[in-house]
């Protein structure tokens, strides 16, 4: 890893993803830190390279064609910059690709240190094989065996508050002594201890003859508080060292790179904890990254962070979005009829060719069927995981092909039926999933993320309120008055069960004014009574869904696919 | 730009190695011809693990004097009823092993014993020659001959005899339509939608199928039959295209072998081969779309397609769904010139 300068100007960042490599540029302009450009080719981590590095010279070739500006010298990049322009002055690298990491969690109790830890390692790309807490009720050798089995790359102990428990976590350490010990030399897993620290120093004597011990601070230092941050750093760390050895090329890369490579769900989390200090300390920013094999959420407010990474996608990530999903809950979205069979078989098609792009209308309605359905499992997964009603957020950013390649209003209608927001949301588009690479910049230089922000390298799509009233279905809610900066005004009637994009348009700011027929809730999460918004209309205008929380799909299929035609065409889709 | 390849190859010179996921041993040399199906290394899978506790069985204080009094080191085999400890004494008490087994580890006071497992068997999946040996680890065989790549594959190897069926390639297999010859033969055949299709094949004891395409809802079935299935066009009701077709007719009663083992998560494919008394060359694992190359349509709609690549289209374009995508203008087989993404296209070559 390169010492970063203080001069540094230039960013490149590289993102070795499951199904391409992106090349991301950034570069002051006027005084002021720009997204210039990018590239994307396919990932070469897999046949038949084995090795990331040709995906990276591909979309550094790609991203010098596209910039004018060179990167490469005898196919070697360039780094720092020379005085000719030539080069970048830092380069920062997240990665997706690889296989999940097999993550076994050890910890005290049940509903405490064992769900911190569980929390912890699902802030990563992994497949959780094993847990052990104090309330496993199997024989000593049979948990030896589950462990043996697992063949985890990564085991997590935590366990005990501070000044707490010593001797029962002293018994977990034995545990994982012995599996240790039966575990061949080459295939030792990671360890890393984020429990009681008093035990610490016992910790490590008992299990560093096995290898390099991660200490992290406590994950639960008290029954009522969970402390993951700290943790989810040192747990990034310890995954970079585990993936070298699964990514060819990843190590070589690291010792160019002016912050260690980073899982980008890491850095993802770590932008989405930046934006929650700077916005309404009321309310969750809410980050997701819908990718095609993982789906990241990244829950954050005042700089508290929920992460969590899921592996459901649209490429691979379809088989656990399939097998945790009945087929029905798909295709209720679908606005037209398409046979079971052949929903089934695309989706499956699709983790055969996870790169494909749905070419045809039917093609694009079963992908963004299955979108909404990943957004819903997604978003309803981390309630129960953080035991976090997470309906209400301001804003959300969002990222992954699905969503930035189609219409503006089709993502925006996935984004609504597939996580149900209420009260005010703002909804912001990273068409060029920026967000890990600033994130993974922000360690390198501070400036940069905060101003790429602020410019447009991020599409406000929109904000929505979304009001709730028991009314019947069309039955008029609300009266909502428009006053606009010229100081004209419009009225417009809201019925309940609708759709309304209303007339602000992109950058427009108009005050809008809601007036109740019937009872409603704006913002039933925060006990808002606010009943007047000032809202500047994004590339969606600004849109009052008042379709209702849950939203409600009409059982019969004709009238269901009637209703879903008439949303889309409320917003101009 | 790099774009995947699917080999369709009537000879090929093919290097494959064979890799154990544990440390185990080579049961080949460097020169030795291999079949197949043949076991060409082998691992002990980790059986089962009793923990015996010398200290409190045999009530000794220390657990020091615990392991003085154990008969047995780490790395030694035990029969059941076998005495791992015992006490000193007139009268001594002993600990007899539970199980016949291998002492892996002594640990404060405790004996490990490990239970036999099973063992994992590492099949050649290509015929031909051991060109290469890493101690315990695995080894590199090479072969010569035509080399087909499916897409989906249900995890088996066989060899048997390549049987076409005399139904259109496009038409389904049903049990009915499954017939005695097919016995001990690897059956190449269009769709398959039933279930009841899979179990006869296996009653019928087929050395394996190759199909064009299968409808999703039978993986479950597929993965549990006793013969190799690969999928050449992948889930759906996909022909096959025209240039595996014509690979594969000219190959028909030859020995083939199917080796439905494959790892998505690094781009592996399932492959047919059929060793070939000829000397091929290595072919290049990756490709470019460019104008003139024979490449596929992968997904909907004109899965399963091969084409012509007529021209690769400047900047975006357009598709009736409302995307802006990279595409390229390509001819099917009926002449017809469509526009397909490019992220739909594989190189076939």
Do not use: K
């Given at each position: 890893m390169s010492t970063p300068t203080a001069e540094a100007e230039s960013l490149l960042s590289i993102e070795i993803g499951t199904i391409h490599t992106r090349a991301l540029l950034f570069d002051l302009v006027d005084g002021q830190y720009r997204f210039l450009g990018a590239s994307r080719v396919l990932s070469t981590y897999g046949a038949p390279f084995y090795d990331i590095s040709e995906g990276i010279f591909q979309a550094l070739k790609q991203l010098q064609d596209g910039t004018a500006r060179n990167f490469l010298e005898d196919s070697r990049l360039v780094i720092p910059g020379r005085a000719d322009g030539a080069g970048i002055d830092s380069l920062v690298l997240t990665y997706t690709a690889g296989p999940g990491l097999r993550i076994a969690v050890l910890g005290l109790l049940e509903d405490v240190s064992l769900e911190s830890a569980r929390r912890l390692v699902t802030s990563t790309q992994g497949v959780l094989v094993e847990a052990i807490g104090l309330n496993d009720h199997r024989k000593h050798e049979v948990q030896v065996d589950a462990l043996l089995k697992a063949k985890p790359d990564l085991i997590v102990i935590a366990g005990g508050t501070e000044k707490g428990a010593t001797r029962s976590v002293g018994k977990i350490i034995e545990l994982v002594s012995m599996v240790l010990q039966l575990t061949p030399r080459d295939h030792l897993p990671e360890i890393m201890y984020a429990g009681n620290q008093a035990m610490q120093k016992h910790v490590t004597e008992a299990l560093s003859r096995f290898g390099e011990v991660q200490v992290a601070p406590n994950v639960r230092p008290t029954i009522d508080n969970e402390v993951l941050a700290p943790a989810q750093e040192m747990l990034a760390k310890t995954v970079t060292r585990i993936r070298n050895q699964h990514l060819g090329g990843l190590q070589a890369y690291a010792s160019i790179t002016s912050a260690a490579p980073t899982p980008s769900s890491h850095a993802f989390g770590r932008m989405v904890r930046y934006l929650s200090q700077i916005n309404n300390p009321q309310k969750y920013v809410l980050g997701v990254d819908l990718g095609a094999s993982y789906t990241t959420l990244a829950a954050a407010q005042e700089g508290k962070l929920e992460l969590s990474v899921y592996p459901l996608g649209l490429g691979a990530g379809l088989k656990y979005a399939l097998e945790k999903s009945d087929l029905a809950e798909i295709t209720r979205w679908l606005p037209m009829h398409i046979p079971d069979d052949q929903v089934r078989d695309y989706l499956w098609q699709k983790t055969l060719f996870p790169a494909s792009i749905p070419a045809s209308v039917e093609t694009l309605a079963i992908e963004q069927a299955a979108a909404r359905q990943i957004l819903n499992l997604a978003v309803r997964t981390h309630r129960a995981r953080y035991q976090n009603p997470l309906q209400s957020f301001e804003p959300v950013i969002v990222s992954g092909s699905a969503l930035a390649q189609t219409s503006p209003a089709q993502t925006l209608l996935m984004l609504l039926d597939g996580?149900?927001?209420?009260?005010t949301t703002t909804f912001v588009l990273d068409p060029y999933g920026l967000t890990p690479a600033l994130g993974a910049a922000a360690e390198v230089n501070a400036m940069l993320p905060v101003q790429v922000v602020e410019s447009n390298a991020f599409v406000n799509l929109g904000t929505v309120i979304s009001p709730l009233s028991n009314a019947r279905y069309g039955t008029s809610i609300m009266n909502v008055r428009i006053e606009y900066e010229s100081g004209e005004e419009a009225i417009h009637e809201i019925r309940q069960g609708n759709l309304y994009q209303l007339p602000i348009q992109p950058g427009q700011t108009a005050r809008i004014h809601m007036e109740p027929l019937r009872p409603i809730e704006i913002d039933p999460m925060h006990n808002a009574d606010t009943r007047s918004f000032k809202v500047i209309g994004g590339v969606c205008g600004t849109v009052i869904d008042a379709r209702g929380r849950p939203l409600a799909l009409p059982a019969d299929d004709s009238r269901r696919r009637d209703m879903l035609k008439k949303w889309a065409m409320a917003l101009g889709s | 730009m790099i774009t995947p390849v699917t080999h369709l190859l009537p000879l090929t010179h093919l290097r494959r190695d064979r890799m154990l996921p544990v440390k185990g041993r080579v049961l080949v040399s460097v020169g030795s011809h291999v079949n197949a199906t043949d076991i060409v290394a082998e691992a002990d899978q980790d059986g089962g693990h009793l923990i015996l506790d010398v200290r409190r069985a045999l009530n000794f204080r220390r657990m020091e004097e615990a392991h003085k009094r154990m008969r047995y080191k780490v790395g030694e085999k035990v029969e059941k009823g076998d005495i791992l400890a015992q006490t000193g004494g007139i009268i001594p008490r002993v600990l007899r092993a539970p199980a016949d087994g291998k002492i892996i580890g002594i640990y404060r006071g405790q004996i490990i014993l490990e239970t036999p497992g099973g063992k994992l068997e590492i099949q050649a999946g290509i015929t031909g020659k051991v060109t290469e040996v890493l101690p315990d680890r695995g080894l590199v065989i090479e072969g010569d001959g035509a080399l087909l790549q499916g897409v989906w594959g249900n995890g088996k190897i066989a060899v048997g005899m390549l049987l076409i069926n005399d139904q259109p390639p496009e038409d389904e297999l049903t049990r009915a339509t499954l017939n005695v010859n097919m016995r001990s033969a690897v059956v190449l055949a269009g769709h398959v939608a039933s279930p009841e299709t899979l179990i006869a094949a296996d009653e019928l004891l087929v050395r394996g199928l190759i199909l064009a395409s299968m409808t999703a809802d039978l993986i479950e079935t597929a993965v549990k039959v006793n013969y190799p299935i690969i999928l050449m066009e992948g889930f759906g009701r996909i022909p096959l295209n025209q240039a595996a077709y014509n690979l594969f007719s000219t190959n028909e009663k030859r020995d083939i072998v199917i080796n439905a083992v494959w790892d998505a998560d690094r781009n592996e494919k399932p492959e047919l081969f059929i060793p070939l008394p000829a000397q091929g060359s290595p072919a290049q694992d990756y490709s470019e779309l460019t104008r003139g190359k024979t490449v596929r349509v992968t997904v909907p709609p004109y899965a399963g397609q091969s084409a012509l690549l007529v021209a690769v289209r400047p900047g975006l374009t357009l598709l009736a769904n409302g995307q802006r995508v990279s595409a390229a203008d390509v001819q099917l087989g009926t002449n017809q010139v469509v526009t397909v993404p490019l992220a739909n296209l594989d190189v076939l070559e």
């Open positions: 996580l149900q927001p209420v009260g | -």
